[in-house]
């Protein structure tokens, strides 16, 4: 299947064997997991739990969504704004400039469209609707944060470069994106953007990588900072709780965003997932700053309730001093205007369930497309 990407050759293979990260046949996590993060008691889940497991993991009716085209057609005032468009996929206006992180519009977080979680509701506009990027970023290779589908379009579609970790652009190139538009980066290396005053620093991160059953740790996993001359962003894409994020904050920090991941945890795998409270371990590890959540109410990847992280960061936040960022989806947020949280998604349960509603509003085309005349007067 296209969609399993491919795996890293030639010299792009003999650059991730030189990364002291490579061990045998794969990248590895060289910090010891921190004690109590993995529940070696609790079993994890089976396929048939995943399937038909029981709870609230997914929302009654459709989440409330903002299309976000007229903000975006007005410049940030604090030169800061941030666009949560579903899971880990956020679009964000930094001193003029547009990155998006680990974009995904695909229907399912699956190598397969016709099987695998689906999206709750579609993104809240299309592909080709985004405004011209200078960056796209992506941390790793997992299904739910490199979708084959969107990178496709993206290829066809925008001339950005993009800056990922070592050995996932072998699938960036199988699914059309142009070598020379290809930057991949080792823990601590960084890239400059030819043509602007922009700087991503790969980080540390606690993870693993595969999209078949004999790749895993084939490609490296990361954190993402996104360095202007007036502001820094910090991106966990997927991890547990490390003590390198304090080495973080000391090297590339302070920050003016930070974006954790918050869902699809589970006490059997704590070590390669944060979940809320250690997300705001993991915020005071950075050093603070704006927190906005990521990788939750999109997908159903773990049996918790769909809106828990959010519901427990709700309520542990405020008490623990974080500022938090909790727009709907599609809604522009500046971290320098601080807004108070609202339990929006609450909502989403007064409205009745439909059968096999989750997802079924999306599909490929119904995702991707837009109409071909989308003026951006401020490029």
Not at 10 to 23: I, K, T, V, Y
Not at 94 to 121: M, N
Request: aromatic content about 8%.
């Amino acid at each position: 299947m296209k969609s399993f990407g491919k795996r890293a050759q030639g010299l792009r293979l003999e650059r991730m064997r030189a990364s002291p990260l490579w061990q045998g046949e794969g990248f590895r996590n060289i910090h010891p997991v921190l004690p109590g993060l993995r529940d070696l008691s609790a079993p994890r889940p089976s396929l048939s739990d995943f399937l038909c497991g029981e709870g609230r993991r997914v929302p009654a009716g459709p989440l409330p969504s903002v299309n976000p085209l007229d903000t975006w057609h007005r410049p940030a005032d604090s030169g800061l704004r941030a666009t949560w468009l579903g899971h880990s996929t956020v679009l964000i206006e930094i001193d003029g400039l547009r990155v998006l992180t680990d974009p995904v519009w695909g229907a399912r977080a699956s190598p397969s469209q016709l099987a695998g979680p689906k999206r709750f509701q579609p993104v809240p506009l299309a592909l080709r609707a985004l405004p011209p990027l200078d960056l796209v970023l992506i941390s790793h290779d997992h299904y739910d944060h490199l979708d084959h589908l969107t990178v496709r379009e993206l290829a066809r579609h925008s001339a950005a470069p993009f800056v990922t970790s070592l050995g996932v652009g072998a699938h960036l190139e199988a699914w059309g994106v142009p070598h020379e538009r290809i930057v991949e980066l080792d823990w601590w290396e960084s890239y400059t953007l030819p043509t602007a005053d922009l700087r991503v620093h790969a980080a540390p991160s606690q993870h693993f990588s595969g999209r078949a059953l004999k790749d895993r740790n084939a490609t490296l996993w990361s954190s993402m900072v996104i360095e202007s001359a007036r502001h820094r962003v910090f991106f966990s894409g997927d991890t547990g709780l490390t003590n390198e994020y304090a080495e973080i904050a000391a090297r590339l920090g302070p920050f003016d965003l930070v974006m954790l991941e918050v869902g699809a945890f589970h006490p059997s795998w704590g070590d390669i997932h944060l979940g809320p409270e250690n997300a705001l371990k993991a915020l005071k590890l950075l050093g603070g700053g704006a927190f906005l959540p990521v990788h939750w109410g999109t997908f159903a990847l773990a049996m918790h309730d769909w809106d828990e992280p959010a519901e427990t960061l709700l309520t542990l936040g405020p008490l623990q001093g974080a500022q938090l960022l909790m727009p709907r989806l599609g809604e522009p947020v500046e971290p320098a205007h601080g807004t108070l949280p609202t339990p929006w998604w609450r909502g989403a349960e007064t409205v009745p369930p439909t059968p096999d509603r989750v997802g079924e509003p999306v599909t490929p085309a119904d995702a991707l497309s837009v109409p071909k005349s989308v003026p951006w007067p401020l490029d």
